[in-house]
C-alpha cells in the first residue's frame, strides 16, 4: 500500500488512479487525517505502507512520533519546485528521496525500489539462475523469462520479497495488497491468492520458495548476499540501476 499525502482531494485521487493502473494499492491522505490514521493505527496496518508520498505543501506533516511509527518505509517528497534549497530544505526533513513535478508514476515506483534496497541488493551480474522479483511492476522472471501472474498474486509476491526474508501475517498481506479501505473483500481471500501463486512457482522453480507457518505467517526464501547458495534455490531481488519512461506524466 502507497500513501499519498496532499491537502488537495484531486491530487490524491489522480495518483490513486494512476497507481492502480500499474497494479499497486494507495491511499490518499489530508495532512491531518494522515496524523490522526498513523496515531492510531496498529502495527500490522503500519508494515503494509510500503512508501509514504508526501506533497511539498505538507512535506512538516511526518513529526519524530509518526517517522518513528512509520519505520523504514521510503518518505518520498513530490516537490513543485526543483532548485537546490528546496531540495535540500527536504531531505533534512528526513525524506529518503526528493521529486520534481511533474513525474510519471512508474519512475515514482522506481525510486521505491532503490531506496527500499539501498545498501544491501547483490550484484545482479553474480546473482545464479532463479527467480528475480522486480519491485516496480514489471513481470518476475525465471531464468530470464518473464512470467505472467494476476496482479494480486504479483503484488503479494512483490510484497513478500520487499521485506527482505522477514516473516509477515496473512493480515499484513491483505492490507499492502487490499490497502485499509477495502470493502467487501475478506481478508481470508489471501490464502487463496498465496496459495495459487506456490502453485505457479512451483511448477516453474522445481521447488516453492515461499515459506510458511501456522500462525506465524509467511516469507520469501532469498538469496542473501555473499553467502552460497545452492543454483535450483537462488531467488533474487532487481532494483534498476536506471529506467526509461514514457513522456505520460501527472502534472499536479
Not at 509477515?168 to 495459487?196: C, D, M, N, P, W
Request: hydrophobic fraction near 40%.
Amino acid at each position: 500500500m502507497i500513501v499519498v499525502i496532499d491537502d488537495r482531494e484531486m491530487v490524491t485521487e489522480g495518483y490513486k488512479g494512476l497507481f492502480r493502473r500499474e497494479g499497486f494499492c494507495c491511499v490518499g491522505f489530508k495532512a491531518e487525517e494522515f496524523s490522526i490514521w498513523a496515531s492510531g493505527a496498529t502495527d500490522e496496518e503500519l508494515s503494509g505502507v510500503e512508501a509514504v508520498l508526501v506533497a511539498e505543501n505538507n512535506s512538516d506533516c511526518i513529526d519524530a512520533e509518526l517517522a518513528k511509527k512509520i519505520g523504514k518505509s521510503p518518505r518520498l517528497a513530490l516537490a513543485d519546485n526543483g532548485n537546490l534549497e528546496t531540495t535540500l530544505r527536504l531531505f533534512s526533513r528526513g525524506f529518503d528521496d526528493v521529486v520534481k513535478k511533474p513525474v510519471h508514476v512508474r519512475e515514482i515506483l522506481a525510486r521505491i525500489s532503490a531506496v527500499r534496497h539501498r545498501g544491501y541488493i547483490a550484484d545482479n551480474n553474480n546473482i545464479q539462475p532463479g527467480l528475480r522479483i522486480h519491485l516496480d511492476g514489471r513481470d518476475p522472471e525465471i531464468d530470464g523469462i518473464p512470467l505472467k501472474l494476476p496482479r494480486r498474486e504479483q503484488r503479494i509476491l512483490e510484497y513478500l520479497a520487499s521485506v527482505n526474508g522477514r516473516r509477515v501475517s496473512r493480515a499484513q498481506i491483505f492490507t499492502a495488497t487490499y490497502g485499509i479501505l477495502e470493502e467487501g473483500v475478506e481478508e481470508t481471500v489471501v490464502e487463496s491468492h498465496i496459495s495459487k501463486l506456490r502453485k505457479k512457482l512451483r511448477v516453474k522453480l522445481g521447488y516453492d520458495p515461499v515459506d510458511s507457518k501456522r500462525y506465524l505467517g509467511y516469507r520469501l526464501v532469498l538469496q542473501q548476499e555473499n553467502e552460497p547458495v545452492d543454483a535450483d534455490e537462488a531467488v533474487a531481488v532487481e532494483t534498476p540501476a536506471s529506467a526509461k519512461f514514457s513522456r505520460e506524466t501527472l502534472e499536479a
